[in-house]
Structures are given as C-alpha cells and as structure tokens.
Nanobody
Framework: QVQLVESGGGLVQPGGSLRLSCVCSGITLRDWGVEWYRQAPGKKRE???????????KYSDSVKGRFTISRDNTKSTFYLQMNALTPEDTAVYYC??????WGQGTQVTVSS
C-alpha cells in the first residue's frame, strides 16, 4: 500500500555533492514528518535529518551545515541535499515517513 522508492545514491569524491530523492505513494505526504537515516558497516543506524509536517527541521551534529532536507508535497517526494561530502558519510541511506515506513535504501560511497 505505502511505498517509498529512493534514488540518487552513488560514488562521489570527497568534497562532492549528491541529492537523494524519496518518492512516496499510498500516503498523503503533507500530513507526515519525514526523515533520512543512514547506517554504515559496524555502526548503529542514525537519523541524520528530519523535517516535520509543519516545516521544522533537525539535523545530526555530523551533517549540520552540509545537508539539507526538503519536501515537495505536490510531487509526494522529499529530498536530502548532501554537500561537502567526506568518507565518513559513506553509508546506506534510508528514507522514512512517520517513523513507520521505509525506503529500500541507497548506497552512498565517498572515496577518492
């Protein structure tokens, strides 16, 4: 019923940028808070960015100032713009809606 499809991951050099997208179906996106999580090998899953349904944002300390979360409710899509990437950002990134629904994950690798 509810489906979240992620795209935009890939290989990028340190200092580069990527934009992740999460296209949502089966849900009215404007009614829900959205988040991006990531998990690197050997590490716990962490929330990196949250955007509430009324527009408030929250970022983890490790990405604050470099990442931006946004949404387009008319397209039922939300995004994570990632700038100034470092190898420590390498992880599988997952989108999440309402702390309930998950995307399939997309690999982001930052390497020279």
């Amino acid at each position: 019923q509810v489906q979240l499809v992620e795209s935009g991951g890939g290989l990028v050099q340190p200092g580069g940028s990527l934009r992740l997208s999460c296209v949502c179906s089966g849900i009215t996106l404007r009614d829900w808070g959205v988040e991006w999580y990531r998990q690197a090998p050997g590490k716990k899953r962490e929330s990196v960015a949250r955007l509430g349904n009324l527009g408030t944002t929250k970022y983890s300390d490790s990405v604050k100032g470099r990442f931006t979360i946004s949404r387009d409710n008319t397209k039922s899509t939300f995004y994570l713009q990632m700038n100034a990437l470092t190898p420590e950002d390498t992880a599988v990134y997952y989108c999440n809606v309402g702390m309930s629904y998950w995307g399939q994950g997309t690999q982001v690798t930052v390497s020279s």
